[in-house]
């Protein structure tokens, strides 16, 4: 990997092309942000139909709700030390297959306790990259940006808040409008 040049003045002395390819790395260690926000507010539109599907008590559906964050506990825990042995990279892009197979599962719930399995997978995911995104763009960027660019990952995880809402709300407003719901969706037919 290519360091940037800090003058003693503090100002960024490496070339542009190098600066622009760190921001460039920096921006997509930010995306476990956006997705770290999406996933952790996503849940809150599903709640009426994932409690209907499966006839779940409050308490089935406070476990729907919360198994993703008993991974992300998990995951936060083992992430660091995971990541001083294998490095940081491959520990992220983990994280990344880990959101992956998650999205894939819980779209394909074939029981509760199957679903509830699916969503402590990307639990998992969120935690090592709510550890590691942000510990990798500090380790890269340049010193002059740095403390923007960490500041940077915060607001992704915002913006995933804000994504998961308004995709909620455009999803919700289909199927009230529509009849057969999400049914509509030519690749949902067989």
Same mark, same amino acid.
């Given at each position: 990997?290519?360091?940037?040049?800090?003058?003693?003045?503090?100002?960024?002395?490496?070339?542009?092309?190098?600066?622009?390819?760190?921001?460039?790395?920096?921006?997509?260690?930010?995306?476990?942000?956006?997705?770290?926000?999406?996933?952790?507010?996503?849940?809150?539109?599903?709640?009426?139909?994932?409690?209907?599907?499966?006839?779940?008590?409050?308490?089935?559906?406070?476990?729907?709700?919360?198994?993703?964050?008993?991974?992300?506990?998990?995951?936060?825990?083992?992430?660091?030390?995971?990541?001083?042995?294998?490095?940081?990279?491959?520990?992220?892009?983990?994280?990344?297959?880990? +959101? #992956?197979? *998650?999205? &894939? /599962?819980?779209?394909?719930?074939?029981?509760?306790?199957? =679903?509830?399995?699916?969503? @402590?997978?990307?639990?998992?995911?969120?935690?090592?990259?709510?550890?590691?995104?942000?510990?990798?763009?500090?380790?890269?960027?340049?010193?002059?940006?740095?403390?923007?660019?960490?500041?940077?990952?915060?607001?992704?995880?915002?913006?995933?808040?804000?994504?998961?809402? +308004? #995709?909620? *709300?455009? &999803? /919700?407003?289909?199927?009230?409008?529509?009849?057969?719901? =999400?049914?509509?969706?030519? @690749?949902?037919?067989?």
């Amino acid at each position: 990997m290519s360091q940037s040049v800090v003058s003693p003045g503090g100002q960024d002395q490496s070339p542009p092309g190098i600066q622009g390819y760190l921001l460039l790395i920096c921006f997509v260690a930010s995306l476990g942000g956006v997705l770290f926000g999406y996933d952790t507010a996503v849940i809150s539109g599903t709640f009426t139909l994932v409690e209907s599907f499966f006839d779940l008590s409050k308490i089935e559906v406070g476990w729907f709700a919360s198994s993703a964050l008993v991974g992300a506990i998990l995951g936060a825990a083992m992430a660091g030390g995971w990541s001083d042995k294998s490095g940081r990279k491959p520990v992220l892009l983990v994280s990344a297959f880990l +959101f #992956f197979l *998650s999205a &894939l /599962l819980c779209a394909l719930p074939i029981s509760f306790t199957f =679903l509830i399995g699916a969503r @402590f997978i990307g639990g998992i995911g969120v935690g090592i990259a709510s550890v590691l995104s942000p510990l990798y763009i500090s380790e890269i960027a340049p010193p002059n940006i740095r403390g923007r660019l960490v500041a940077f990952y915060q607001l992704s995880i915002v913006i995933g808040i804000l994504l998961a809402y +308004f #995709f909620n *709300s455009v &999803l /919700l407003n289909y199927s009230s409008t529509h009849p057969d719901g =999400l049914n509509n969706f030519t @690749f949902l037919h067989d």
